[in-house]
């Protein structure tokens, strides 16, 4: 079964950094592109950054970039967002997911760590 559980997520205030993190399990991590996706309130959801199996290709959203790091550790099956200079307009629950986490293509998401900004 897969898993993907995310977690860093908590209160921020403006231009601080915070880490999330993604754990994954049941399927070879290091074989598959990943990607963030965050969903803020009242709105859809929006991918963020992507990582390809060997780190060798990243890809961010223009409104993080320069601001955000993705990066994985295939060893440690883990998955990580660095965010820095965090702004208000970042709140929203960060979710992991396989590939680009098209759900219509069959791309697993977490449950998600929720991210607040705000002073």
């Known amino acids: 079964e897969v898993q993907l559980v995310e977690s860093g997520g908590g209160l921020v205030q403006p231009g601080g950094s915070l880490r999330l993190s993604c754990a994954a399990s049941?399927?070879?991590?290091?074989?598959?592109?990943m990607s963030w996706v965050r969903q803020a309130p009242g709105k859809g959801p929006e991918w963020v950054a992507f990582?390809?199996?060997?780190?060798?290709?990243?890809y961010y959203a223009q409104f993080v970039k320069g601001r955000f790091t993705i990066s994985r550790d295939n060893a440690k099956n883990t998955l990580y967002l660095q965010m820095n200079n965090l702004e208000p307009e970042d709140t929203a629950v960060y979710y992991c997911a396989t590939n680009y986490g098209d759900l219509n293509k069959g791309d697993y998401w977490g449950q998600g760590t929720h991210l607040t900004v705000s002073s």
């Open positions: 049941g399927f070879t991590f290091g074989n598959v592109d």
């Open positions: 990582v390809n199996s060997d780190s060798g290709r990243r």
